[in-house]
């Protein structure tokens, strides 16, 4: 089993919280539209709102956790995506415009990490404290390495 080297929570920025605030627009509306006396419209905004709700419950991160053999990124529930460390080619700041897998919690680049990985798809993160992250992950890579 892997042993927990370091963790950290995710970045969140405003306008990603003002995102995830979505479902409560819909049940506000939903609820303007049973006043109103239209209930199909209602149900169908709270239909949407439950939808967008599990959606982002199911795929925003929770954690980013630096074991002793990989990274591990928790997601809602049971939900988790793991980058061993043998597909890791480096990590760092980002650099230019970023395409693959997106763990990000917010629209400036100050938060984000770029996990280049041989031969797959980039994964970007947004640790809440980058520098000690990229630190932790380096410091456990080259402990991994020697093993």
Known sequence: MDSLIYQDRPHYDVWFKVIMA???????????????????AAVGMFVTA????????????RRYCILDGKIKIALGGPLVFNIPFDSIEKAGRPEGMSIGINFATTFSSKHAIQIVRKGKLDVNITPGNRELFLENLDKAL??????
């Open 142 to 147: 080259k402990d991994w390495k020697k093993i």
């Open 22 to 40: 979505f479902p409560l627009l819909f049940i506000v509306v939903g609820v303007s539209f049973l006043v109103d006396g239209e209930p199909q």
């Open 50 to 61: 439950a939808l967008m709700a599990a959606i982002y419950w199911a795929v925003f991160p």
